[in-house]
């Protein structure tokens, strides 16, 4: 017997119910973003391997463990992307557009990473991202955020809450390594080994880990916004002023890092507590370094990502769509009319199914499964005297009339 074939672990089939919620959700990212003048670009799913270990870094568990690289056929070296923001800089630096002003840029689709599949984390996962090129100042990273806001609300997410840090800069950051290193060293019997190692690679990750302990013994860690330069104070105040004046709440989470240096100053997360250790739906920030390590000019730039699955676990699953018109055609010969004329019914704009022919009471029953508002009876009087009998199916009301009658009749 041969094997069932069954779609690869952590990688699901988007079944109708399920791209109703997803098209939902792109819908409303669509609206608002262009309402902020964010333009949407379509941009690779394979790219350069290359590409992600100078913009993740080559001993990141997304790169060494998680991505899906290969070799082709002509010996390059490639993979499906695990985020889009490597990608969109790759674009706008290959368009050559670092000197025609500040870009803003969306886009949709799915990323790829091999990790333990669990609720909320999936090795194929949708997701629409933002970002805007060419921009600095707190204003635009208010901007930002209340775009994000916008969004999450046009969904119905009210429940969520800000949490906001900055990261500093390449002249405050390297002062605040140093006084968390001494913490940490300080605190070593209290941290867990992974920890230990990240302490010597990559302090700041260290404020990131999940375990207990851990978390524990960070509470009294020394917090990044206690050593901020006078710039990214003065632009972090700024930034929380906006809001202000926005009425768009928010928390301060000194808890909130990026473990690459080319991420500075504003970092956000929106995140709930409906979704367990899987809370955050929305994060970004600022990345004002990513564009000249991948081989640009230094260029400012702020963005997010938003996981599509994770957000219609907060949903509820829109409805199916409901038909206008079932047809129903009686006798062989009133068939190919029939089609006529729910192909006529489609072209004024009505959703309508036709229901093939053959024996009534199957048709009849099908009809009643679509759950259409009106059904729409074509014997062959009717084709003859061309007229359609309909039934509104709510009301049981039924007549026969012509086809400009029954467009009133259905727009009543």
């Not at 990559?202 to 013994?217: H, Y």
Request: hydrophobic share 40%; charged share 25%; proline share 4%.
């Amino acid at each position: 017997m041969a094997k069932k074939l069954q779609s690869i672990r952590g990688i699901h089939d988007g079944l109708p119910e399920q791209v109703r919620c997803w098209q939902h959700i792109e819908q409303a990212a669509r609206t608002i973003f262009e309402r902020y003048a964010f333009s949407e670009v379509r941009l690779p799913v394979l790219e350069p391997t290359e590409l992600f270990v100078r913009s993740i870094g080559a001993a990141t568990d997304i790169v060494s463990k998680e991505m899906y690289a290969f070799v082709d056929q002509g010996g390059d070296h490639i993979c499906l992307r695990p985020e889009g923001t490597a990608g969109a800089v790759r674009a706008y630096l290959q368009a050559g557009l670092t000197r025609s002003g500040a870009q803003r840029w969306y886009y949709m689709g799915p990323m790829f990473r091999r990790e333990r599949p669990q609720k909320g984390r999936l090795r194929q996962f949708q997701q629409i991202g933002l970002e805007w090129f060419g921009v600095s100042g707190p204003v635009e990273d208010v901007e930002v955020l209340a775009l994000a806001e916008s969004f999450l609300k046009a969904l119905g997410l009210v429940d969520l809450r800000l949490e906001l840090n900055s990261l500093g800069c390449d002249q405050c950051r390297p002062v605040y390594r140093t006084v968390l290193v001494d913490f940490l060293r300080n605190a070593a019997d209290r941290l867990c080994e992974t920890c230990h190692e990240r302490t010597e690679k990559n302090p700041m990750r260290v404020l990131d880990c999940k375990e207990e302990r851990c978390q524990s013994t960070l509470r009294e860690a020394p917090e990044i916004t206690g050593h901020l330069c006078a710039a990214c104070a003065s632009h972090f105040e700024q930034l929380k002023l906006g809001l202000d004046a926005l009425g768009i709440g928010y928390e301060v989470n000194p808890r909130i890092v990026r473990g690459l240096d080319y991420y500075n100053r504003t970092a956000f997360e929106f995140v709930t507590d409906r979704l367990g250790a899987q809370g955050t739906v929305l994060a970004g920030g600022r990345y004002d370094g990513l564009i000249e390590e991948l081989g640009g000019p230094a260029t400012p730039a702020i963005g997010f990502a938003a996981g599509v699955e994770r957000l219609a676990m907060l949903l509820e699953t829109p409805e199916s769509p409901r038909p206008d018109f079932a047809i129903v055609s009686l006798g062989e010969q009133t068939l190919v009319w029939s089609l006529e004329q729910a192909d006529w019914l489609r072209s004024q704009g009505f959703v309508v199914v036709h229901c093939g022919g053959g024996g009534a009471k199957r048709q009849f029953k099908l009809a009643d499964r679509e759950h259409a508002r009106f059904t729409a009876v074509i014997g062959e009087e009717e084709m003859q005297r061309n007229l359609i009998t309909v039934k509104d199916m709510e009301t049981g009301e039924q007549r026969t009339m012509t086809r400009q009658e029954v467009v009133t009749f259905a727009h009543r």
